[in-house]
């Protein structure tokens, strides 16, 4: 499907970090490679784009059921927003986060991998505040915006948190997780909102 030059429905998957693989390796076929590069920076963005790519692919299912889906949404501080779900449960920042065979534990407010604290949680919960900001300017009504981890490739992910406010789950099983929750749009909301979404400027600082 053909979209309009500068239509961020057109993105896919993993493409924020295509672009940074091609900065960082030139070369077209050594960049196919890379993921095996001794380079622990270039390795850690390969894998990324793999992650990127598995969450991005179950998202896409969604489409048949009424979701609206984009991928890769740069700000101007060239961070991104992995991908962005709007669907009849609502908005949703989804941040995807590859451990390969690594085991995952979340608490009350923190993420630890292989018992490792990380900012996954902040990260994500500033990324879904700034995208409601965003969303809700460009389309003259308040959205609210949920944030989500996609975690791919962990051995063991468990939450320990009944009421957590980041949402984390396998990558594989976002799109069950999103459609299984209680419907807060209506198609024409969607549509309003996915169509303020998918324009750069909406993503530029106002």
Same mark, same amino acid.
């Given at each position: 499907?053909?979209?309009?030059?500068?239509?961020?429905?057109?993105?896919? &998957?993993?493409?924020?970090?295509?672009?940074?693989?091609?900065?960082?390796? &030139?070369?077209?076929?050594?960049?196919?490679?890379?993921?095996?590069? &001794?380079?622990? +920076?270039?390795?850690?963005?390969?894998?990324?784009? !793999?992650?990127?790519? =598995?969450?991005?692919?179950?998202?896409?299912?969604?489409?048949?059921?009424?979701?609206?889906?984009? /991928?890769?949404?740069?700000?101007?501080?060239?961070? +991104?927003?992995? /991908?962005?779900?709007?669907?009849? #449960?609502?908005?949703?920042?989804?941040?995807?986060?590859? /451990?390969? %065979?690594? =085991?995952?534990?979340? %608490?009350?407010?923190?993420?630890?991998?292989?018992?490792? &604290?990380?900012?996954?949680?902040?990260?994500?919960?500033?990324?879904?505040?700034?995208?409601?900001?965003?969303?809700? #300017?460009?389309?003259?009504?308040?959205?609210?915006?949920? $944030?989500?981890?996609?975690?791919?490739?962990? #051995?063991? !992910?468990?939450?320990?948190?009944?009421?957590? $406010?980041?949402?984390?789950?396998?990558?594989?099983?976002? /799109?069950?997780?999103?459609?299984?929750?209680? $419907?807060?749009?209506?198609? +024409?909301?969607?549509?309003? !909102?996915?169509?303020?979404?998918?324009?750069?400027?909406?993503?530029?600082?106002?």
């Amino acid at each position: 499907m053909a979209f309009p030059q500068g239509d961020l429905a057109s993105n896919r &998957p993993g493409d924020a970090i295509r672009r940074k693989l091609a900065e960082l390796e &030139p070369n077209r076929l050594k960049r196919q490679f890379v993921r095996w590069s &001794p380079d622990p +920076d270039r390795r850690s963005w390969a894998l990324g784009l !793999i992650g990127e790519r =598995t969450t991005g692919r179950r998202l896409n299912s969604l489409r048949r059921h009424g979701w609206r889906i984009l /991928h890769a949404i740069q700000w101007p501080s060239k961070s +991104d927003i992995d /991908h962005l779900a709007i669907g009849p #449960s609502g908005v949703f920042t989804i941040n995807s986060k590859r /451990h390969k %065979g690594k =085991t995952v534990w979340y %608490g009350d407010r923190a993420i630890t991998v292989n018992r490792s &604290p990380t900012r996954h949680v902040a990260t994500s919960e500033g990324e879904a505040r700034r995208t409601a900001r965003a969303l809700s #300017s460009g389309c003259g009504f308040s959205v609210s915006v949920r $944030p989500v981890i996609a975690v791919v490739g962990a #051995s063991k !992910i468990s939450v320990k948190n009944a009421a957590p $406010p980041v949402l984390v789950v396998e990558g594989t099983q976002v /799109h069950a997780l999103l459609s299984g929750l209680t $419907p807060v749009l209506t198609p +024409d909301e969607v549509e309003q !909102i996915f169509n303020v979404a998918r324009r750069p400027e909406t993503w530029l600082p106002r």
